[in-house]
């Protein structure tokens, strides 16, 4: 009898356990449905709304407020690539914007200020990558990640100065700026308590330590290194103090000529313009419109994104013997390369178009290969 009742026991326990998970999963999906308006397609969750697809759109100006008394938090991946209708958004309550989730579309205007800056969103590759149309965009604290606004015209930027760049060691979205072949008319920068950019003289300084900095030695812990996100087009000069610690995201800077540095500088050495490591073994930046034709003698390794960006009609060799750091040539077009060794890494040169001028290999084909993020050791044979 005893037994017969603990099996009944156990029965109405795996019974009760059963019924209180069921209602746990249909408490959590039930309120999941998705619904099209206005030609935007929005997935309804339990507690918010994501915008999965608005290739559709019929409207130039929308309104991602709330959706169904839920606040519209995060828009997909691809959601409005290639729409040519929709012109001006505003969406206070956004949480992140996915990957190419505008790009080649018509926006023009794109608002996401809120009051709370404590609230941050997430921006991701290329989310405005190719948008020639956009005029003004506003943002409060945001994370900008590598390509954002890939080749995306011009247009007048505001953020919040809490605003980060991020990506983290070796990641594949690190150290090529969001702003790079794009144009900031103007940029503000909204007060708040953490201040992770500033912008002086027509440059836009990220105040974070990045992982291509050398490390603070002793007696230089109060230093607070920095690196360049944008440079505009006035910029041809930049002079390092010598307290100072600057370093560049790749195509940060496309009309600069020259970094100047004191040889008393505890850092960096500069060669015609050139910026160093202070023995001259590490190139850190090769500026887009410098007039340098050699590398230092000293010279062994190349920095990550060192020539990232745009180069017009030069030609360098690179000695067998120096190292490349990963996207060390990444978007790089226009740039005649003499290679002294045999392989190559796809991630050194990564989306680059630039051709080989010694390798018996066709560029198109090889740089299709990397576009299409094959990513192997590629050999170059000599002539």
């Not at 009944?8 to 999963?25: P, Q, T």
């Not at 708040?192 to 230089?220: M, R, T």
């Not at 887009?288 to 034709?293: M, N, Y």
């Not at 290999?361 to 094959?374: F, V």
Request: glycine letters at 4%; one cysteine or more; aromatic letters at 14%.
């Amino acid at each position: 009898m005893k037994k017969k009742n603990l099996i009944l026991l156990i029965v109405l326990g795996v019974v009760l356990i059963s019924s209180i998970l069921g209602y746990i999963i249909y408490d959590h999906y039930k309120y999941e449905e998705y619904i099209e308006k206005d030609g935007i397609k929005y997935h309804i969750g339990n507690n918010s709304v994501r915008i999965v697809d608005g290739s559709k759109a019929t409207k130039e100006k929308y309104v991602f407020n709330k959706f169904k008394n839920k606040p519209v938090i995060s828009i997909s991946s691809k959601a409005f690539k290639d729409n040519k209708v929709i012109k001006k958004i505003s969406a206070p309550n956004l949480e992140e914007i996915d990957m190419q989730a505008f790009e080649n579309s018509s926006i023009e205007e794109f608002d996401i200020t809120r009051e709370d800056t404590s609230k941050k969103t997430f921006l991701s590759p290329r989310a405005f990558a190719n948008c020639q149309n956009l005029k003004n965009v506003k943002f409060a604290k945001v994370i900008l990640y590598e390509d954002v606004f890939f080749n995306s015209g011009e247009f007048n930027l505001t953020l919040a100065e809490s605003s980060k760049v991020d990506g983290g060691q070796g990641s594949l979205f690190y150290g090529v700026s969001p702003f790079m072949g794009s144009v900031l008319n103007e940029v503000t920068l909204l007060e708040a308590e953490e201040k992770n950019l500033s912008y002086v003289d027509g440059v836009l300084y990220s105040h974070q330590y990045q992982y291509w900095n050398p490390s603070p030695s002793e007696g230089k812990e109060s230093w607070k290194p920095k690196g360049v996100l944008y440079a505009n087009d006035s910029v041809k000069e930049l002079t390092i103090k010598d307290d100072e610690i600057i370093d560049f995201y790749g195509g940060s800077a496309k009309s600069l000529e020259r970094i100047n540095v004191k040889p008393s500088h505890f850092y960096y050495n500069s060669v015609d313009g050139v910026l160093y490591s202070k023995n001259y073994e590490r190139l850190i930046y090769f500026p887009s419109k410098s007039k340098c034709e050699q590398f230092h003698e000293n010279l062994k390794i190349i920095s990550s994104c060192a020539f990232s960006g745009n180069y017009n009609n030069k030609k360098l060799t690179i000695p067998s013997e120096v190292r490349i750091a990963m996207k060390a040539f990444c978007k790089v077009s226009e740039l005649k390369i003499d290679f002294n060794f045999i392989e190559l890494s796809g991630w050194e040169i990564y989306d680059s178009t630039f051709p080989f001028s010694n390798a018996i290999i066709d560029s198109e084909a090889y740089n299709l290969i990397l576009n299409n993020n094959l990513i192997s050791s590629v050999f170059c044979f000599h002539m």
